[in-house]
């Protein structure tokens, strides 16, 4: 099988345990639909491995290399980025160039930890939050000592 991109010969390269179709010359990886399905156990947002449905398409350059037809070029939302795919609609191939991986990679990696750098308290921000609290506890021990004064002014406690 030939690389859709530059039609030289493909290799098989592992990734995250599964071998997978690499171009040694332009560095991009063909997922056959297999490949997709064992890379997903690993990684949950892969492309079309949740059957995703493209909204936004692009042009694709190649074709696919097992069926030869053009391939469907779309930008599929993962993690926080956008990955350029082209997929084949015969097959089910996905091409997917090295920096895309590589970005999904980094993602992955990165899964369960806030990437947003993380805002330092204010003293005023802490303030705040101390006096809201107490506010807070304030209003409900005036609520109970206005319902237990009504409660012994009903009764009869002061007569």
Same mark, same amino acid.
């Given at each position: 099988?030939?690389?859709?991109?530059?039609?030289?010969?493909?290799?098989?390269?592992?990734?995250?345990?599964?071998?997978? &179709?690499?171009?040694?010359?332009?560095?991009? $990886? $063909?997922?056959?639909?297999?490949?997709?399905?064992?890379?997903?156990?690993? $990684?949950?947002?892969?492309?079309?491995?949740?059957?995703?449905?493209?909204?936004?398409?692009?042009?694709?350059?190649?074709?696919?290399?097992?069926?030869?037809?053009?391939?469907?070029?779309?930008?599929?939302? &993962?993690?926080?980025?956008?990955?350029?795919?082209?997929?084949?609609?015969?097959?089910?191939?996905? $091409? +997917?160039?090295?920096?895309?991986?590589?970005? +999904?990679?980094?993602?992955?990696?990165? =899964?369960?930890?806030?990437?947003?750098?993380?805002? &330092?308290?204010?003293?005023?921000?802490?303030? +705040?939050?101390?006096?809201?609290?107490? &506010?807070?506890?304030?209003?409900?021990?005036?609520?109970?000592?206005? =319902? +237990?004064?009504?409660?012994?002014?009903?009764?009869?406690?002061?007569?």
């Amino acid at each position: 099988m030939n690389c859709p991109q530059c039609e030289q010969p493909l290799g098989e390269r592992p990734l995250l345990e599964t071998p997978v &179709a690499f171009c040694d010359v332009c560095k991009g $990886w $063909w997922f056959e639909p297999q490949d997709v399905k064992a890379l997903s156990r690993y $990684w949950k947002d892969f492309p079309d491995a949740s059957g995703f449905t493209p909204k936004k398409s692009r042009e694709a350059l190649s074709s696919c290399p097992r069926c030869g037809i053009p391939l469907l070029g779309y930008y599929h939302p &993962a993690y926080n980025t956008v990955v350029k795919v082209e997929k084949c609609k015969r097959c089910g191939g996905a $091409w +997917l160039d090295d920096n895309e991986v590589r970005r +999904l990679t980094v993602y992955r990696e990165n =899964t369960g930890r806030d990437r947003r750098p993380v805002k &330092a308290e204010t003293p005023a921000a802490r303030y +705040l939050k101390k006096t809201a609290t107490f &506010a807070i506890v304030a209003a409900a021990a005036i609520i109970l000592m206005v =319902t +237990l004064f009504i409660y012994l002014v009903k009764s009869g406690a002061f007569n």
